[in-house]
Nanobody
């Protein structure tokens, strides 16, 4: 019913920047929180950053001051600007959204993107 499509991953040297985008489409009535998670090899998936429909943001301590999350509610799109990248930022980045669909409202469902690889070389 809802698809999340990510783009913008890739290979970058330490200190570089990348910008991830995630567009939600489908039978969307409204979107509550959108965010980004990442999973490094052999590690659990962890929250990187989240943003509510009202614009309230939260970040993992490890990315504060380097990453910035934003969203365009009109486009149902969330962005993650990643600066001063470090090798430990390497992983698969997943878009996440809590959505009310036109069929399920007022119930909320959680959706995930397919993931985009970010590799930071030292």
């Amino acid at each position: 019913q809802v698809q999340l499509v990510e783009s913008g991953g890739g290979l970058v040297q330490a200190g570089g920047s990348l910008r991830l985008s995630c567009a939600a489409s489908g039978n969307i009535f409204s979107i509550d929180t959108m965010g980004w998670y990442r999973q490094a090899p052999g590690k659990q998936r962890e929250l990187v950053a989240g943003i509510t429909s009202g614009g309230m943001r939260n970040y993992a301590d490890s990315v504060k001051g380097r990453f910035a999350i934003s969203r365009d509610n009109a486009k149902n799109t969330v962005y993650l600007q990643m600066n001063s990248l470090k090798p430990e930022d390497t992983g698969v980045y997943y878009c996440h959204a809590i959505v009310v669909t036109t069929f399920s409202r007022p119930l909320k469902d959680t959706y995930w993107g397919q993931g985009t690889q970010v590799t930071v070389s030292s």
